[in-house]
């Protein structure tokens, strides 16, 4: 029986950035996410991504322009069966909501949308927390439809907010969960064990990482 083929988007920096993207190959050749990475798309070229994808013997696609067709023309190309945005920083447009998956620092709503990622999360969720406002942040997953960061969430691991806390240091803690549980959770989006089924979503008994 054939893996279910992942393509992943993932923008990076020239100087750095896909970790997440690293995580999942390197987790697919393990076992722990049984499925096959058939390629990464980044908008920048030259970058952190593309190293990466050179080192890991992924084929790397260069996307520098977002409108929905752009999407579409690489979907149908690569065929795909889940796309997964794993710090991609641009608006998706027109991909199958029940197969697009995002993972992102934060709680979409209150810590999301354009602009609101990495260090601009952690940013925001500090001064939360010292104005009273909050006291933990978190990893969230969800199935991706036409907004920034938002979408039937499927996967939510709450993270304490330390006093001591800076913004790198709690920008480090949630990037340990996100590179933990990313791969482990993807494996069960891609094998049906968790599924969108119209605007609900399906996942297994006893299952306790819903918000």
Not at 83 to 89: Q, R
Not at 113 to 121: I, Q, R, S
Request: contains cysteine; hydrophobic residues 35%; proline residues 5%.
């Amino acid at each position: 029986m054939s893996k279910p083929k992942i393509l992943v988007f993932a923008s990076g920096s020239k100087e750095g950035g896909g970790s997440g993207f690293q995580e999942l190959v390197e987790n697919s050749r393990t076992g722990v996410l049984e499925a096959e990475i058939i390629g990464v798309v980044s908008n920048i070229l030259r970058g952190g991504v593309q190293r990466k994808s050179m080192n890991l013997k992924i084929p790397f696609y260069h996307m520098d322009k977002f409108a929905e067709q752009n999407y579409q023309r690489i979907m149908e190309r690569l065929k795909p069966d889940y796309i997964c945005l794993s710090g991609w920083l641009k608006f998706v447009r027109g991909l199958p909501i029940s197969r697009t998956i995002n993972i992102h620092p934060g709680i979409p709503g209150r810590f999301g949308g354009k602009d609101m990622f990495g260090h601009h999360v952690h940013k925001a969720v500090i001064e939360a927390f010292k104005r009273g406002e909050i006291t933990e942040t978190a990893v969230t997953m969800h199935f991706v439809d036409n907004q920034y960061d938002h979408g039937p969430i499927f996967f939510q691991y709450p993270i304490l907010i330390r006093e001591d806390d800076t913004v790198d240091s709690l920008g480090e803690r949630v990037n340990k969960i996100e590179h933990a549980w990313q791969s482990y959770i993807t494996n069960l989006v891609v094998h049906h064990y968790i599924r969108l089924e119209g605007q609900k979503v399906t996942v297994p008994e006893n299952y306790p990482w819903l918000p």
